[in-house]
């Protein structure tokens, strides 16, 4: 190996007669004995002194070298797995003290070192390899790389490693034994997730015992939190032709996964081409989540940081038979479904489902459940289903698909990394030339009522059933050549789909025109905050300075000052100048992690967990109500009128639940008895104007991952219209349907009040909220009553906007729900409970 030092001793050079020129002599001292000396004395004492000199330059440059020279290089770690394909595997490889895994571990380390001192661009750079770890098929080993390199060699090292593929086809001999490998992927390793190969500190291997459910945990869990700066891993085996199937039932690591986290690998490498899965934070048990391999073996890592120590998690896994064909040819009609359907899909999966009924029927297919890996950010679709010549991938609302004759291919594929849920669908004949007998058939294969058709509703979901419709005398004609209702015009919401019902129009006293042809007020100019979605309210502007003349459009400081920033209260930047606007924020929070999928469902156990059941007597649960405080709950006044023998306005009647999920499960839940209602003193029970009442509990509530105070809207907050928000509840899931045993959530778009006027007979005011989908199917309904509007802000902090009030019967077409506007109420509810 050569090496440049930088200083370099080359004796020939700079020498008179073999002396170094710099050599000095001494003085004689004493001629007489110098003269006595021989010359070939005086050659030897010459010789003896510069060999001596020499001597100590080499030593004092060897010591140099090894001990001070700075040392520009850095470490880089690789990890990869390679395959053998002559050696059987044997269940002593498992254990890497025993005979046979220290013989091929040395066996495949001299091939390894061999193979990278052989590559120009490597061997300069390489340190050692070391193996960790054997598996099944024929034997494959897992190893680390390590290397050194200067910082501006290393991305060309990581090229040229991951390029490797030196062993394909070849035989390669090490020695008297020689090791056919193939197969090798190798890639650069984050340093963090660098656990030394010989550190068996937190480190386990497990194998799977029969069917049985094995457990295993993070340390110390449940007694106490997980330790600080700890690299655990544990090993997971099972039988061959089995996969592995990995669950988290308990999962509570620290929020920020950049300190703390769990990594989960379909390889005993941790390399981040075959990760699975990364995860931290809290999940709850509705939002578990179950992993497959796509072999026998599974790597989990758990790594965290110096602070902050959650109680970690409790993992199940047991072998399951690997699935040998997922691709199968069905006939008539029935189902399929991502492989482990509902686990998560194992990496490289590729499946193939032949579809076919009898001619000349046509095939219709559903899928119900389509959660896949999104694609990448040039659109691809990494993993994918690809049916009707189209790859389709991410998250998909129930999609219908419809073939072309009576025969249909549908093909499913995983790469090596980032599972997910997978797909559900089923499939069924239908005649093609009466695809939706008495129905409206959409373009997408959905059938509707004959006359959802040309309402200026988009009921298909593809707009399909509002093409080519004429436009009547109270419609208007959009771009896209869909007819919407006149009363959209100028809504601030593109119901169109291309704003040309946004253009034109005409704003309001005290607004401004956005450049998109919204209308925002005035006073959102230069505030910093995009209310027009194209910024155009916010350019050109000079005075940065937030503090203006308080009005209704400005948030107003603890210190009197305001700022422009209307929804400034708890949205993570300090504004006002004595920082109170960032006070008192301590809620709106949901610990629990939750999934992606959304749509009016079954909530998740925490998704909201500010949301009280209220029980009358032994009626069960009538009203809802939401947590502000460890002692204030807020609801609608209506839920405590009186009726003609009803004493609903009697506190002592009431229970009140909170962190209740399921009403059949009410023992887990925090139950409190009222200590005194407050309704408001302006409460109209005709018009169900200030429909507010606050309720204080018996006894204080603990905050847990499934209890938390909302936040309060300040006066001047402002929730915008076409915004969406989530309404919760175990109310009725039909206007005359049966009440909810599991919590509701569904998602409802807030609607201008002068349009829900025009709707509802000029009975909505300003201290009221209307929200819902014009179309209808969407909406609060009795039993909701008092539970929440929760808006969700851009900082991820839930605000209460409103209360389930009223509604002309639930769900109608044209017929929004109404809310009570909390922020009309900020002051009342400050004066009755000081928050
Ligand atoms: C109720 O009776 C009720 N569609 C609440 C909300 C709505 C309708 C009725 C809104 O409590």
Known sequence: MKRESGLSFDPKKDEINGIPEEMEFLPASDQKKLEK?????????????????????????????????????????????LTITNKQFTEDLEDFDSEAFKQLATTVEQTLLETYMGMDSVAPHYVRSTVTAFSEGSVIAYYWLECRVPPEGAAELDEAIRAVSPFSGKSRSGGTKSLRISDLVVDSADPRRVKPPKDHTCAFDLHAVGGEMNTFSSPGFPNEPYPANVWCQWVLRADPHHVIELNFVTFDLESVCHNDFVVVYDSLSPIEKREITQRCGLYPPTNAFKLMSSR??????????????????????????????CSKILQGSGSFSSPYYPAYYPPRADCTWVLKVDPPNHIKVMFNVFLLQNPDENNVCKDYVEINNRRICGEQPPMVELSNGSEMTIKFRSDAAESCRGFSATFEPYDASKPCP????????????????????????DSSDEINCKCTSNQFRCGTGLCTSNQWLCDGVSDCGDKSDEANCECEAGEMRCANGKCIPEVQRCNLVNECGDNSDEEGCSNTDMTVPCSEHTYTCKDGTCIRKKNAMCDGTHQCPDGSDEHDCNCGIRPYKHSRIVGGMDAEVGEW???????????????GASVISTRWLVSAAHCFQDERTIRFSDHTTWTAYMGLHDQHKLDGAQKRRLKRIIRHENYNPQMFDNDIALLELDRPLSFTSVVQPI?????????????????????????????????????????RRRNCNDLLSGTVTTRMLCAGYLSGGIDACQGDSGGPMSSVEENGKVFLAGIVSWGDGCARKNKPGVYTKVSKFREWIKGHTGL
């Open 609 to 623: 967990p500010w949301q009280v059941s209220l029980h009358f007597q032994d009626k069960g649960s009538i009203c």
């Open 296 to 325: 026998n073996v599974m790597l989990v890592t758990l790594m965290t940081d110096d602070d902050e120590n959650y109680p970690g998690f409790k993992a199940e896994f047991r072998q399951v038979p690997k699935q040998r064909q």
């Open 711 to 751: 936040c309060l809207p300040e006066a001047a907050h402002d929730f915008p219209i076409g915004k969406n928000t989530w309404i919760t509840g175990w109310g009725m899931v039909h206007e005359d349907g049966g009440l909810a045993t599991v919590l509701q959530k569904a998602e409802v778009r807030i609607i």
């Open 438 to 461: 008495e129905e409206f058939a959409c373009r997408n294969g959905r059938c509707i009522a004959l006359d959802l058709k040309c309402d200026a509703w988009n009921d298909c979901g």
């Open 37 to 81: 000396r021989s010359p070939k004395e005086t050659a030897l004492l010459v010789g003896l002194i510069l060999g001596a000199a020499l001597l100590s330059l080499m030593i004092g440059l060897l010591v140099w070298h090894f001990h001070f020279r700075p040392d520009n290089t850095i470490k880089k770690m690789y990890n990869g797995y």
